[in-house]
């Protein structure tokens, strides 16, 4: 039986960027980054209405179609529960097509945020977390970022098929506890990615030894992360994807080069073009001002935790 949510109740979710793949880990390791994007949903008495703040304000569809608007939709018909109205404010901080994670984000923000407003009316119509998981993953079809942002930290993730290859896929995730001493730089160009246009450039077969180095280097990864963060550059080392994009990401690639050529492991961010940097302590301060002056910007993040709703 589905409950109708009472005009005015309210809730708002904080949810955090996210970096895909972080080298090795194709659609399998992704880390929840400090910069957020925030969306507040009031029940209302009839209609929909949408604002849109800072990020993507002027790209994205202020309706039915917009992203949030569909997951919290999703996230409510999930829990049992309906909205006769809905007033939604998105506040975005984390920029769009740069490789962060953003649709990912308004995916879980806007499902947090229904599931705050279920679990008002009643706590047996929240979702748990792994429900979270599966609805945010069923969006974009992996779950590295969607992972990362419901769960923080970093995460290993991977989906079962059900039936047929074209059939549902389960989706799940369990998170990594980062080691305190690593930290995450950002350098995000001015230009965008289009995440099925450098998917497009990987090829459907790669050699075995390809796959096998990788297959080392992603177990690799999640002791540096955790406990070894000296071994971050070795960790970070990748050959099934970011060799395939790099004439696609020019920037992007001489950026991972010249990073890794200081001694600071550095990837392709999810789809590019942000470059991710890992290390235990600040980057040299003239590197940081030579990406400046190319009008890359520079941010030190918090390795986040996940969504948070009140």
């Not at 995730?173 to 690593?182: G, K």
């Not at 970070?236 to 890794?260: C, F, G, K, M, N």
Request: glycine share 10%.
């Amino acid at each position: 039986m589905t409950a109708t949510l009472p005009t005015g109740l309210s809730a708002r979710a904080r949810v955090p960027a996210s970096s895909a793949n972080l080298g090795p880990g194709f659609d399998c390791l992704g880390m929840a980054l400090g910069l957020y994007d925030e969306i507040v949903v009031t029940v209302a008495a009839s209609g929909l209405d949408i604002r849109v703040e800072g990020e993507g304000a002027d790209d994205v569809p202020w309706g039915p179609s917009h992203l949030v608007v569909r997951a919290i939709e999703r996230g409510l018909e999930s829990a049992g529960v309906w909205a006769d109205g809905l007033s939604v404010v998105c506040r975005n901080s984390i920029p769009h097509s740069r490789g962060l994670g953003s649709s990912a984000s308004a995916v879980v923000g806007g499902l947090a945020a229904a599931n705050a407003l279920a679990a008002k009316v009643s706590a047996d119509l929240e979702l748990s977390t792994a429900q979270m998981v599966q609805l945010a993953s069923e969006f974009e079809g992996h779950p590295d970022n969607a992972s990362a942002s419901v769960l923080g930290g970093a995460v290993v993730s991977w989906s079962q098929e059900a039936g047929p290859p074209e059939g549902p896929r389960t989706f799940a995730a369990t998170r990594l506890e980062v080691h305190p001493d690593v930290r995450a730089t950002v350098f995000i160009p001015r230009e965008r990615s289009s995440t099925v246009h450098t998917r497009g450039l990987l090829p459907e077969l790669v050699p075995h030894r390809d796959a096998a180095f990788n297959a080392g280097r992603t177990g690799l990864a999640v002791v540096a992360l955790t406990s070894h963060p000296e071994l971050l550059m070795a960790a970070t080392e990748d050959r099934l994807h970011q060799p395939y994009r790099a004439s696609a990401l020019p920037l992007t690639t001489r950026w991972v080069r010249s990073i890794r050529s200081r001694g600071y492991a550095a990837t392709v961010s999810g789809a590019g073009p942000t470059v991710l940097a890992l290390s235990t302590e600040p980057l040299p301060h003239d590197l940081i001002e030579s990406a400046r002056d190319e009008g890359i910007t520079v941010l030190e993040l918090d390795v986040a935790e996940g969504v948070v709703v009140d």
